[in-house]
């Protein structure tokens, strides 16, 4: 007589597996030997654009400047002081700066790290005849003394969800979406 | 019936714009700025549309709201001549040598800035004006500034007998309401007695009539900013100068960048605790330091404002605009500001902004925003509310 399988045996098999891939493409490094709560202030230099958009990566990195000044914990340095400091450390290559050029910045701004990143996606999704906002960021923080990135993360967020598949409405506005990537990204960030 | 219908309505929205009483509200209380039979020069209008507009009839029809109001004028043929000599181009700020040359040749008593955001009349037209009075001579200083932005499709009423369709009409509908609003401000009564309360003033609102904003008013909530960074260092207590500098333009919008400058200036001028810069010296000292903003706020900038032997402000308002659509379509308005202090040399405050004009709106229009000025004087507002807490 053939024994019967339990269908929970099944369940837990799929949720393992399931949990498995989760965990594989977990898109948040922290540092464990760094010292978060040392961090005074950062410069969040301007953000490499991949997208159509001119102003994508402009926008993405005033809303995170923004954001994380707002959440009181790190002085966030103003862009045009950010700039003023690129200046005088020569011209980044669009891979990001160098370990030599993070040193130099952190001492003519007095800073104890910078924050880089790719806006990669900024813009309207089409899905078939539904549409709607996405973006998709990554970022990463530099150390000033060693040079070593000691964060990094990524989020996307927006798209086309099954409500506009079904009901239309073109997603969510694209200051919404922006927020919400950065939120998350600074979710990861003091996690 | 319905005639009596309609006059019941009628009567119910005129009582509740007139309610308020009307009364004289002194930017400047402590200044015999000007009176009545003073002289005032009108400076030719600053176009900031970022597209052709018939500037000429815009003046024109300003000084004749203003002659028919009471005010003296300076002859235009005197005051091209002194724009002449003294080469004034910008027409859209005052700085100390011009305002000084203004005085001194014309014996005006004061001068009125005036700069056009929008003069459109694609789909529905639209128009926005923002003016002020700037006195003082050789140290200019603003006494009065208000703004109107209008829509012809705005607040059309019942059986849209208040659709106004020519843009000549609108134009002649703001050019009332900046006028009044300046005659009230500084001639409310026979005698010109100061207001109960240094920040009450008048103001035009978006259906083109003059109406009172009490100091308790607050502005509503959807205008606030998004995300807010205030520094605890600055005393809420204290009275501080502030120089307000163009915004970072990175909008497809010619202009943004000045027409939300003078937005904050309008606002900021409200506010009790602060003493705001005419826009003219602060062009004056960038101008003459060589300054380029090409990326935003710096502390570099801010120091050169905030020295004292140059302005010596307190404060330095600055930010950038990212989306600042106007001319067609749903209005909508984006932007990021950045206050920095002397003492310490670091940003005091920080704000993230944006809004579209339809945003809240569920029912029949209510609510809805018909122009990127009233948004962007709302957003500021609620800026300016936020920084007063």
Redesign the interface.
């Known amino acids: 007589m053939k024994r019967r399988e339990s269908p929970h045996r099944k369940v837990a098999i799929a949720f393992t597996l399931v949990l498995l891939t989760r965990c594989a493409t977990e898109d948040v490094f922290l540092d464990p030997n760094m010292d978060f709560g040392s961090l005074q202030s950062v410069a969040v230099l301007p953000f490499e654009n991949l997208t159509q958009d001119d102003f994508a990566a402009a926008r993405v990195r005033d809303a995170f400047a923004n954001v994380l000044l707002a959440t009181g914990a790190v002085y966030v340095l103003p862009p045009g002081e950010v700039a003023r400091g690129i200046g005088t450390i020569g011209r980044i290559p669009p891979e990001g700066p160098s370990s030599e050029q993070i040193k130099k910045l952190a001492n003519a701004l007095k800073i104890d790290a910078v924050i880089t990143g790719v806006v990669s996606e900024y813009g309207p999704v089409r899905s078939g005849t539904a549409s709607a906002n996405v973006v998709s960021v990554s970022l990463q923080m530099i150390e000033k003394s060693s040079g070593v990135v000691v964060w990094s993360a990524s989020s996307t967020k927006g798209g086309v969800s099954v409500w506009d598949r079904l009901l239309g409405g073109g997603g969510e506005p694209m200051n919404t979406v922006t927020e919400k990537a950065v939120n998350d990204l600074l979710d990861k960030l003091f996690q | 019936m319905i005639p009596a219908l309609l006059s019941l309505a009628s009567c119910a929205l005129w009582k509740g714009r007139s309610a308020e009483p009307l009364e004289s509200g002194f930017l400047r209380p402590d200044e015999e700025a000007v009176r009545r039979r003073d002289l005032i020069a009108v400076l030719p209008v600053d176009n900031l549309t970022g597209t052709r507009a018939p500037l000429e009839s815009v003046e024109a029809i300003l000084r004749a709201h203003l002659d028919r109001r009471g005010f003296r004028i300076v002859d235009d043929r005197t005051l091209a001549r002194v724009m002449k000599r003294y080469r004034v181009r910008d027409t859209g700020s005052l700085n100390s040598r011009v305002s000084g040359a203004i005085k001194e040749e014309t014996g005006a008593a004061g001068v009125l800035v005036t700069s056009l955001g929008v003069f459109s009349d694609e789909q529905s037209p639209r128009i926005s004006l923002l003016s002020r009075l700037v006195v003082g001579g050789d140290h200019p200083e603003i006494a009065w500034m208000d703004g109107v932005g209008l829509a012809g499709n705005g607040h059309f009423g019942m059986l849209e007998l208040g659709r106004i369709e020519e843009i000549d009409d609108l134009l002649e509908v703001a050019a009332r309401c900046l006028v009044e609003s300046l005659a009230i401000s500084f001639f409310g009564t026979e005698t010109p007695e100061p207001s109960k309360t240094r920040n009450a003033f008048n103001e035009c609102d978006s259906r083109g009539d003059v109406v009172y904003s009490p100091p308790e008013a607050k502005g509503k909530k959807r205008f606030r900013p ?4 205030g520094s605890p260092i600055v005393d809420a207590n204290r009275r501080y100068s502030m120089a307000v500098i163009p915004f970072l333009n ?1 909008s497809q919008r010619k202009n943004a960048g000045k027409i939300l400058e003078l937005h904050f200036v309008n606002q900021l001028l409200r506010n009790e605790s602060l003493t705001v810069v005419e826009p003219g010296l602060v062009r004056e000292e960038l101008l003459a330091h060589r300054v380029v ?9 801010a120091e050169i404002l905030s020295n004292d032997e140059s302005l010596g402000v307190d404060l330095v308002f600055s930010g ?1 605009v ?1 989306d600042y659509q106007d001319a067609v379509g749903i209005p909508k308005v ?1 932007f ?1 500001v ?1 206050v ?1 202090d002397k003492e310490n040399h ?2 005091v405050w ?3 902004s ?1 809004g ?1 004009g339809e945003e809240g709106v569920f029912f029949f229009d209510m609510g809805m925003v018909h122009t990127a000025h009233q948004l962007a004087s709302e957003m500021a507002r609620g800026t300016s509310e936020a920084l007063n807490r």
């Not at chain 2, 998004?226 to 960074?229: A, L």
């Open positions: 998004r995300n807010v960074f990175l903003m090409e990326a935003g706020p710096s502390l570099a900038n950038v990212f984006d990021s950045t920095i670091k940003v920080s704000s993230r944006h579209t």
